[in-house]
């Protein structure tokens, strides 16, 4: 008797705990209808609104404005490819910087000497970007990297 007692209860269980999870996705549901009944009424009182979009409701859409984009603004490199009459003006200030570093030095320079000169502490963390701007600089055809891992004005 107490085996089927058992069994009852357990069933009533588990047949709750069943109910309540529709229940939890019925109202989800009747949330999803309610936002859909609204996105129609807003739709059909701009479709009459407008004919359907033939017609404007009357608003002048602004002039697009002109944006003047600068390296690394959109995809641009922030480092271009060295070409044939392209001066340092077209890299950004901090790259102008480190090749006005290197230039001026009297010969090879190392990367913790440049970030000397820009300021930074000599960290791995201050002195690592410090790498990889003088490594894209190379790679550009802006400075040669000799094979000590030292950089010259090209």
Known sequence: MTDVLTWTVQQRLELEERAE??????????SQLTRLDAA??????????????RRSLGVVPPEPVRVVAGP?????RLVPDRAEGLGVEVLTSEYRRIMEIVADA????MIKGVARVLGRELTPGKVEPVRGQLRKL????WLTRTGAGRYLPR
């Open 72 to 76: 690394g603004a959109g995809g641009m």
């Open 106 to 109: 009297d010969g090879p320079v």
């Open 138 to 141: 190379a790679d550009r055809g």
């Open 40 to 53: 129609e009424v807003v739709f059909g009182q701009w479709a009459e609104a407008t004919d359907c979009g």
């Open 21 to 30: 999870l529709l229940r939890r996705e019925l109202a989800g549901v009747e």
